[in-house]
């Protein structure tokens, strides 16, 4: 093979392979090839992302694990503490969708247990293109498929998500997955440091096969037409493996057996033991002859690249390796010691009596390059001084919506997901925020998803604030505090400048509220060239929240509950804008204004009090398409409500404002809820009484059948889901 | 308190919500792991919980049904023990031959997880109490009830429960069935999942008051 073609067959560029030949001191060999092509590649080596990512926010007292292990551990108090972390299975997904949405969760799944976590709930972050685009039905009903079939299987439910619907993502979909796990209190939590020289490594889970060879570096480059051709690259997934692993590997942890452990991802046995090797600051030993294999022609590149799933590899001290075959054999599954941890900073591969690569871990995984690639300070393109007509009349504003894919009832989706094996679920997909009970505490635990792609399509900077500070608040609503972020940074091609400045203006909007906001950024990861043919997807920075609510008291519904009660907008309003009346073609992408995280700061606290008081029955944040589409998303349960007789413009109804929450209050209740507000420095203003069966704003009405028509019929039918 | 029995094969995954629902009405949970037999008279009563057993490879319960604590469970059975088996564990009774009928894939070929109403079309002397209608939710895939003899296990009173709007294509709306004797039972529903307000609904209370009590 020529230079070039090995360059082209390892996915290595040009500048890399010299840079390679600096860390080596000559080129490379055999098995490093494979090496690096891996742990080189931008799914593994974060290389243009890393230097952005070190700026985030994540020192925060209650955080325990960050970024550098498998996932993120935050302190919940009363001994609870919860591991969380979002990735994203984009490539997969587009070439194969059900089995790369069902290793997208089987994956994140490996990241929260190999922690010590019992996995408790599961999200998805979904973006697709328009309904008409080529493949589309195939690929929405193979994702959905795919994440019911693992997630349903392994017994974790999914307790909510979001779906977005765009031509940007027409050929290059995002399915991202967001696990959490519960440690109680008393168990521990495990990380992936290898340590203790002359310890085991332990290779535990299912064989290694071909599948997934060179996924990693797939996963790092754009597609083109040739998207078919990249099946093999896309991994195999066993629910009831990972069932069956699950249980054997919090079983060995729960009896302490193990040292260190880490799941075999992306680039499978190479990453695994690199990086344990690296962060302990020791050597291994691996014997690939010891690997159980499915096939037994399988070359050792092959072993080391394959990313065949539902795999672990553990450190243990030799005395434990009895116990720990035992609790895998009553599993079903292999436990195999594949080599030793050394003393000097080295990994050694053997296969068949040779010893195929020597090298220093640090040198694939510490010396892996970073790039400081070209952008350019934000400048807000679409800011504008005066907000451009929104063309649309009232009753079209509240009603038009529901009928399409942009607001429409995702049940045809959530219904294909287990929402409530485990028995802890509270509010499932149906409801703004996903909650469970933690068992030890009797508290609740509140998971949402944010990134409105909208907005991105209008402002990086903005989007990336609104990424953050839309999910706080839908937590605060219903009375959770906002505790730690996870995201997934969705991107096209980096080395483009105007999309790297959409990657530095996005993560610079996110950082500035979690900071304010006490939100450390824990975990996650990054997907770049999210483009297909130089058309790159929205970029979409997708943040999953966790959030505690310490009050016994129900929490409100989402709907309105009963009649003769005052509806009420809490406003914090900063910025007007247009949007996503633009995705519908009513309006040019336009905003006004800036946010003030103080001022936000004021309306969570408002939130949080209100629900302590127990002063509000329903409550909603004002999300797409404006006040009136969500006062009809409200009326949605059958209870309907009229705008008070005071005429607002009409803008008031339509134009998305950031931010402002609409609230049901009983009339006894209104003045305790006006002097609370006072004293955060929010508005609450009267729009409504709830009653009677249609929704009336001004001068129009809609009967409630009509908005449920609306909103049930439609998406399911576009994707031959009804 | 009395003993029941929670069976565990390989890929259940509803297990600890049994176990937490026997608790919650004052039961006294034991695992029995799927490779043990037991003793029959040791407990009070046997619950098969949900899941995927063996991934639901071959058919939804066929592994699990050949396994060596199903032969307890067998002795169990004859003995007049009170069984109940949920969703999967509905599935394995079935593939046993504890329980008449089969289940197989829904209508719509697609999972589906919701709450619905299901009423009592013969009463049970063990489960699900005097209450002749329940809210309760489901979520599965293969859940279309199946049988040659449908009329013959209506008059025999073997027809439990029943949907009152069919979410997935079972003949005669059936959503639970029991033996001729009554102390084997099975449903798709899932009644650990409405222990409380705080899930929902309390309606699966009584599913499991009756053994304990």
């Keep these: 093979m020529t230079l070039e073609a090995k360059l082209g067959h390892y996915r290595i560029s040009k500048a890399e392979f010299e840079k390679i030949k600096v860390v080596l001191g000559r080129e490379p060999e055999g098995l490093e090839w494979a090496l690096f092509s891996a742990l080189w590649s931008e799914h593994c080596s974060y290389k243009s992302s890393k230097i952005h990512l070190k700026k985030l926010y994540n020192q925060s007292d209650r955080v325990l694990e960050s970024f550098g292990e498998n996932a993120g551990v935050i302190d919940l108090g009363e001994g609870e503490r919860v591991a969380f972390k979002m990735e994203s299975h984009n490539h997969p997904s587009f070439i194969e969708p059900y089995q790369g949405a069902a290793t997208g969760v089987g994956g994140i799944l490996r990241d929260i247990f190999t922690m010590g976590a019992r996995p408790i709930a599961l999200a998805n972050y979904l973006c697709f293109g328009q309904v008409k685009a080529p493949r589309m039905d195939y690929l929405v009903n193979g994702v959905v498929k795919g994440i019911g079939g693992y997630g349903n299987c392994v017994g974790v439910p999914t307790i909510t998500g979001q779906t977005n619907f765009d031509p940007s993502y027409d050929e290059n979909i995002l399915v991202n997955a967001l696990a959490v796990g519960l440690f109680r209190p008393g168990e521990n939590i495990f990380t992936s440091v290898a340590k203790g020289p002359g310890n085991l490594v332990v290779y535990v889970g299912a064989k290694t096969g071909r599948d997934g060879v060179h996924g990693a570096s797939m996963a790092s480059e754009s597609f083109d037409d040739d998207s078919e051709s990249k099946k093999p690259t896309v991994q195999i997934g066993d629910p009831f493996f990972e069932k069956c692993l699950i249980e054997s590997c919090l079983e060995v942890m729960k009896e302490d057996l193990v040292v260190a452990i880490q799941d075999m991802g992306a680039a499978g046995l190479t990453s695994s033991s690199f990086e344990m090797a690296s962060k302990g600051g020791v050597g291994l030993r691996l014997d690939l002859d010891k690997v159980p294999v499915r096939d037994s022609e399988i070359t050792a590149e092959e072993i080391m690249l394959s990313e065949s799933q539902e795999r672990m590899l553990l450190i243990c001290e030799p005395s434990r390796l009895k116990r720990i075959e035992e609790v895998f054999a009553k599993w079903g599954l292999d436990a195999v010691c594949v080599g030793e941890v050394l003393e000097d900073r080295v990994v050694k591969i053997t296969h068949e009596g040779e010893t195929l690569v020597e090298i220093d871990p640090d040198l694939l995984t510490e010396s892996a390059p970073q790039y400081d690639r070209p952008y350019k300070d934000w400048s807000s393109p679409r800011k504008s001084e005066t907000l451009p007509a929104i063309d649309v009349r009232l009753e079209q504003a509240a009603l038009g919506p529901l009928a399409t894919v942009h607001g429409n009832s995702r049940e045809f989706i959530y219904q294909q997901y287990d929402q409530r094996v485990g028995a802890q679920t509270i509010k499932d997909c149906q409801f703004p925020v996903g909650v469970v009970r933690l068992p030890d505490s009797d508290r609740r635990l509140g998971l949402v998803l944010g990134c409105r792609p909208h907005l991105m399509r209008m402002d990086a900077y903005l989007g990336g604030q609104d990424s953050v500070i839309y999910p706080t608040l839908q937590l605060a609503a219903y009375g959770f505090k906002a505790l730690a972020l996870t995201d997934c940074l969705n991107f096209g091609n980096p080395e483009k400048p105007e999309l790297m400045t959409e990657l530095v203006a996005a993560l610079g909007g996110m950082n500035q509220f979690c900071e304010r906001f006490d939100v450390p950024i824990i975990s996650g990861n990054v997907s770049l060239y999210n483009e297909t043919k130089d058309r790159n997807v929205t970029s979409t920075p997708s943040t999953g929240l966790v959030g505690l609510r310490d009050i016994e008291a129900p929490i409100p519904a989402a709907q309105f509950q009963a009649a003769n009660r005052k509806v009420l907008l809490l406003q914090q309003t900063q910025v007007h804008t247009t949007g996503a009346w633009c995705d519908l073609g009513l309006a040019r992408s336009a905003f006004t204004g800036s946010l003030d995280a103080d001022g936000l700061f004021g309306l969570q606290e408002a939130l949080i009090e209100a629900n302590e008081q127990q002063l509000i029955s329903s409550s909603r944040v004002v999300g797409r398409f404006g006040l009136a589409y969500n006062l009809a998303r409200m009326c949605l349960g059958g209870m309907g409500m009229s705008s008070v007789a005071s005429s607002f413009p009409s803008e008031f109804w339509v134009s998305e404002r950031l931010y402002e929450v609409i609230v049901e209050v009983d009339p006894s209740q209104v003045q305790a809820l006006q002097s609370l507000c006072q004293s955060k420095q929010v508005t609450a203003l009267e729009i409504g009484m709830t009653g009677g069966d249609q929704l009336n704003l001004e001068s129009s009405s809609i009967k409630i059948d009509q908005l449920l028509n609306s909103y049930q019929a439609g998406v399911g039918e576009s994707f031959g889901l009804a | ?213």
């Design chain 2, 1 to 213: 308190m009395k003993k029941i029995g929670v069976l565990r094969f390989l890929g259940t995954n509803c297990d600890r919500d049994i176990w937490q629902a026997i608790e919650m009405v004052h039961g006294q949970p034991e695992w029995l792991w799927y490779q043990d037999q037991f003793d029959p008279n040791d407990y009070a009563g046997f619950v098969v919980p949900g899941g995927f057993s063996y991934g639901d490879y071959l058919r939804s319960g066929a592994l699990a049904a050949r396994t060596p604590v199903m032969k307890s469970l067998q002795e169990a059975a004859a003995k007049g023990k009170p069984i109940l088996g949920i969703c999967n564990g509905f599935q394995i009774l079935c593939e046993a031959h504890l329980l008449p009928g089969a289940l197989v894939q829904n209508e719509g070929r697609r999972f589906v997880d919701k709450w619905l109403d299901v009423q009592v079309s013969t009463e049970n002397k063990y489960f699900g109490g005097a209450d002749k209608s329940f809210h309760l939710p489901i979520a599965h895939q293969d859940g279309r009830f199946v049988a040659d003899n449908v009329d013959d296990l209506k008059s025999k009173g073997q027809v439990w429960v029943t949907y009152q709007h069919n979410p997935n294509g079972s003949f005669d709306d059936i959503a639970g069935v029991q033996n001729e004797s009554g102390n084997v039972a099975g449903l798709m529903p899932h009644p650990e999942r409405a222990m409380a307000e705080w899930m929902g609904g309390s309606d699966g209370l009584s599913f499991f008051e009756g053994m304990v009590s």
